[in-house]
């Protein structure tokens, strides 16, 4: 018997279906929107902190916005298949480009993470939907072709991103590489206003929004959050704060669950983590992403304050990773496309970024050279391209269309939120044997300015104090670089266990 379908996007028949050229142009332009974002922010975060101070809190200039987008995630996907696409696309991209307007006219660092806040709320609804819209006008066999083309897009923004910001930066001001998203996104807006029509009126009577989810779940990703930023720094790991907030998290998380199993529109209907395609794969994507973000983050500060390069060479170092990842994701894509088979990839894939992140930690250790440092680029960037976009397209193929919304909503919030987390416990450890590192130091140098002032304070200091610091900052990092090729290596070990599923040929098979 066939089901009848929610409304949506997804109410349209095939021959009413938008040309899936027109479709692709538009989420491509908004995943781009969203990754030019990321990477032309990362390297002009020492700059950041040299005009507006705050060195110490430079990590939540990247936690403010994955914490926003993080918890946005589930409740665009939901509305999504409510409301359908494009309506949720104007909010989204609008919020975004709101964000990075104020974002750019910042005077304090404080001005700056909450600017960026309200950029992660549009930013949240950028990445879901432009994978969701694919997902209403392809089918899942060929699913991988048109997801290797958004990694390969965000590889091409990852090239534009780390070089234009360090351009920018030198040539202009940091506050630049924020306004550069105003032209993008209106370019955008107009891309989704043709290519995405309205969804058709709902039938029947609509459930609520589950609101009071949303508030848990938000409160629970902060608490967490703020505990593994502050933690070992504001206050100690052992403290009565640390205890509260990690009993505020769990409190909240259990909250969130014991909610959702009774909403009558739950945000992330838990039914689903009972596939096990599904719950195995949202669990390695938020693996990968904590994995990769707590160590791709970093590397323009380790390029920049280790080995002593400008923002420009900085952002150049990050070349390999992002060719690789345009290769792997294009090539791979058509020939699974082909196959109808992907977890060979996916093996193939985590097992080169396990490597990669272990290789890192490894030639931070040893003071290795810059060169050497382009042969793990290479290989995570190959990794990526196979691992991110199948990944993706293997959890869409495990559950119902009727539900492609939520499920991808779910696993961008799982993969957010391990973003966020690896950002913030790599930031932890740098933070905390960067600060032992300094002070072992004594009165050698000014602390004071080199927290708030980074590299601008650093120009100031001898050779000898310039020497110093950088192996600090070498020690701290190969930390926050260990760990995340711990967590990849884990994420490669439950991925051995992932059923692989034959991938479906129409976009209505369940």
């Known amino acids: 018997m066939n089901q009848p379908q929610p409304p949506g996007d997804r109410e349209l028949d095939a021959a009413n279906r938008p040309p899936v050229r027109t479709v692709l142009a538009g989420a491509l332009l908004t995943m781009i929107l969203a990754a030019l974002d990321q990477n032309i922010v990362n390297t002009a975060l020492p700059r950041m902190a040299a005009d507006l101070g705050g060195m110490a809190h430079l990590s939540w200039v990247v936690t403010a916005f994955m914490l926003t987008s993080t918890i946005t995630t589930p409740l665009y996907g939901k509305l999504s298949d409510m409301l359908g696409r494009r309506r949720l696309f104007f909010v989204a991209i609008l919020l975004f480009l709101g964000g990075s307007l104020l974002s750019g006219s910042a005077q304090s660092m404080g001005q700056l993470i909450g600017f960026r806040a309200l950029q992660g709320?549009?930013?949240?609804?950028?990445?879901?939907?432009?994978?969701a819209a694919i997902g209403d006008v392809v089918s899942p066999r060929q699913r991988p072709r048109?997801?290797?083309?958004?990694?390969?897009?965000?590889?091409?923004?990852?090239?534009?991103?780390?070089?234009?910001?360090?351009?920018?930066?030198?040539?202009l001001s940091w506050r630049w590489v924020f306004y550069v998203n105003l032209p993008i996104g209106i370019l955008a807006l107009t891309m989704i206003a043709m290519g995405l029509r309205s969804a058709p009126p709902s039938k029947g009577a609509r459930r609520p929004v589950d609101w009071l989810g949303a508030l848990l779940l938000a409160g629970a990703t902060a608490a967490l959050l703020l505990l593994l930023t502050w933690g070992g720094a504001e206050f100690a790991w052992l403290s009565a704060t640390s205890l509260g907030l990690l009993a505020?998290?769990?409190?909240?998380?259990?909250?969130?669950?014991?909610?959702?199993?009774?909403a009558p529109e739950p945000l992330i209907r838990l039914a689903l983590f009972r596939n096990p395609v599904f719950a195995r794969g949202v669990a390695?994507?938020?693996?990968?992403?904590?994995?990769?973000?707590g160590s791709t983050v970093f590397l323009p500060l380790y390029?920049?304050?280790?080995?002593?390069?400008?923002?420009?060479?900085?952002?150049?170092?990050?070349?390999?990773?992002?060719?690789?990842?345009?290769?792997?994701?294009?090539?791979?894509?058509?020939?699974?496309?082909?196959?109808?088979?992907?977890?060979p990839f996916l093996l193939a894939g985590l097992g080169l970024e396990a490597v990669a992140l272990g290789s890192l930690a490894g030639f931070a250790w040893w003071s290795a050279s810059p060169w050497v440092f382009l042969i793990s680029m290479g290989m995570l960037g190959l990794g990526m391209g196979m691992g991110m976009p199948n990944l993706t397209v293997a959890v869409q193929n495990a559950v119902a269309h009727r539900e492609l919304g939520a499920a991808t909503g779910a696993m961008t919030f799982l993969r957010s939120l391990g973003g966020a987390v690896g950002v913030?416990?790599?930031?932890?450890?740098?933070?905390?044997?960067?600060?032992?590192?300094?002070?072992?130091?004594?009165?050698?140098?000014?602390?004071?300015?080199?927290?708030?002032?980074?590299t601008v304070a650093m120009a100031a200091f001898s050779p000898a104090q310039q020497a110093a610091v950088a192996d600090a900052y070498r020690t701290a990092l190969t930390g926050s670089f260990l760990l995340s090729g711990v967590v990849m290596s884990a994420a490669f070990l439950l991925v051995l266990g992932l059923p692989e599923r034959t991938l479906r040929d129409r976009i209505e098979d369940e």
């Open 121 to 131: 709320m549009g930013a949240g609804g950028l990445l879901v939907l432009s994978q």
């Open 303 to 343: 390029f920049q304050l280790v080995l002593g390069m400008e923002p420009a060479r900085a952002g150049a170092m990050l070349l390999p990773q992002v060719i690789g990842m345009l290769l792997s994701s294009v090539l791979g894509g058509r020939i699974v496309a082909k196959l109808g088979r992907n977890r």
């Open 284 to 293: 390695v994507g938020g693996m990968m992403t904590f994995a990769m973000m």
């Open 248 to 262: 505020a998290s769990f409190g909240l998380y259990a909250a969130f669950a014991w909610r959702e199993a009774r």
């Open 424 to 454: 913030a416990a790599s930031g932890g450890i740098l933070g905390t044997r960067l600060a032992a590192s300094l002070q072992a130091l004594g009165g050698q140098l000014d602390l004071a300015a080199l927290t708030e002032r980074g």
């Open 146 to 171: 048109y997801q290797g083309l958004f990694t390969g897009t965000f590889a091409l923004a990852s090239v534009a991103g780390p070089l234009l910001g360090g351009v920018i930066t030198q040539s």
